[in-house]
């Protein structure tokens, strides 16, 4: 469906999969995946693909899922057999090859990253248009300065830590002897400067986190593209920084609502408490500290749910091609989350068999929430773009990258 006003035709994305079509290809590829110990993943991921790809309408056309499953294979079983050597060395006590693996792993997180990035664009056509991700290795490493500067600040302050933990303890007193619980480890004594210390490293490690998934959502979006069109990007660093400080306080409030309804459970089973004695009483206070811990766990359902829409909001409001197309989103997160919550608990309650349609009914939400807005013609549009793209195939073909990402 379209409309156009003032030379500027508006198309909904829409979304026309169902729960039940989807759960017949989710049921067939856990039979399968677990029939052959996983091996059958890269087939599972690539259908499930193809399947949300050809149920999503852009401009009344279906997007393409185009990924050759041979890659999809290699990729898969690489990435597999590093895993397994990590694990077996990490369980043989091979501490420098595990620690080895590690370090190669944050060094290779913005290769892995760029190339994830390059496989799914290049594996996504509309129209007969293929994408693709065009930025340089240089330019996805200096966006990754926050992974590195994050672990400067964490040696930086290990090595700090462990000074202030070397220095000599005050020597105990014979009416307060200082003896430890056997096989009770203590907090290290690092006093009041070192836990200072760790808060800092970790408010300092949460900013750098947020500003890595800035850099790259930007750099994806900005470095993207059809033809020679490349994408247009307006949200900004605050923008990302404002959403987490959010979904911190919507998290904070999830756990107090989780703690209060434990404590009011407590209280109504005073009178029981009170009645209870021996082994009823213990059996009685465990079921309760077990419940209050097991309703912290979803407390992050709702933060996570709020923060993944207002991003999706903040990101598909803000981005376009080039000067001759934009999106804008309407996606309310509230709405959102009481959709997670929802599903959550149906998925909770039917054993996980809800989980494919809890995923088509958010996937809908989200989509059915954009609208692409175009300058002009789109069929004068699609036109121009098929000739920018003459040539670029090759070159795009030679840079699909690996199949990491879902």
């Not at 590829?29 to 690539?46: E, F, K, Q």
């Not at 203590?186 to 009041?192: E, R, T």
């Not at 923008?239 to 107090?256: C, Q, S």
């Not at 195939?393 to 879902?406: E, H, M, N, T």
Request: hydrophobic share 50%.
């Amino acid at each position: 469906m379209s409309t156009t006003r003032h030379g500027i035709t508006s198309y909904r994305l829409r979304f026309t999969g169902t729960g039940g079509e989807y759960f017949r290809v989710w049921i067939v590829n856990l039979l399968l995946s677990i029939v052959t110990l996983g091996l059958y993943t890269p087939w599972a991921r690539r259908r499930t693909a193809r399947w949300f790809y050809d149920h999503t309408q852009v401009a009344d056309s279906s997007l393409e899922f185009t990924a050759p499953l041979r890659k999809m294979v290699v990729s898969f079983l690489i990435f597999a057999l590093l895993y397994l050597t990590y694990h077996i060395a990490a369980e043989t006590g091979q501490d420098t090859v595990a620690l080895v693996f590690i370090v190669a792993a944050a060094l290779l997180a913005p290769y892995l990253w760029g190339s994830a990035m390059r496989f799914r664009l290049a594996s996504t056509r509309w129209r007969g248009l293929q994408l693709h991700f065009a930025a340089k290795w240089k330019e996805i490493y200096l966006a990754s300065w926050p992974i590195f500067a994050m672990a400067a600040l964490w040696i930086t302050l290990t090595l700090s830590l462990q000074m202030l933990g070397s220095a000599e303890p005050p020597t105990p007193t014979p009416d307060a002897p200082r003896i430890p619980a056997a096989g009770v480890p203590s907090l290290p004594d690092i006093g009041v400067h070192g836990w200072g210390l760790l808060a800092l490293g970790v408010l300092l490690s949460v900013l750098c986190i947020i500003r890595v998934e800035f850099n790259y959502k930007s750099l994806l979006v900005l470095r993207g593209g059809i033809g020679h069109q490349h994408g247009r990007w307006k949200p900004v660093y605050s923008d990302f920084v404002r959403i987490w400080a959010a979904t911190v306080l919507v998290f904070l409030a999830g756990v107090a609502v989780i703690l209060a309804l434990g404590f009011s459970a407590m209280y109504t089973l005073e009178a029981v408490v009170r009645q209870a004695k021996g082994p009823a009483l213990l059996v009685l206070m465990f079921v309760v500290v077990i419940g209050v811990f097991i309703g912290l766990v979803p407390a992050s359902a709702p933060a996570r749910a709020y923060r993944e829409a207002r991003m999706f909001q903040l990101i598909w409001s803000n981005v376009g091609l080039s000067r001759i197309a934009r999106f804008k989103c309407d996606l309310r997160p509230w709405a959102f989350v009481r959709l997670r919550l929802k599903n959550l608990l149906l998925t909770l309650l039917t054993l996980g068999f809800y989980r494919p349609f809890a995923r088509v009914n958010e996937y809908r939400m989200k989509a059915d929430s954009v609208t692409l807005h175009v300058k002009g013609g789109l069929d004068q549009l699609v036109g121009e773009l098929v000739r920018q793209q003459e040539g670029l195939g090759d070159a795009l073909a030679d840079a699909a990258g690996l199949d990491i990402v879902g």
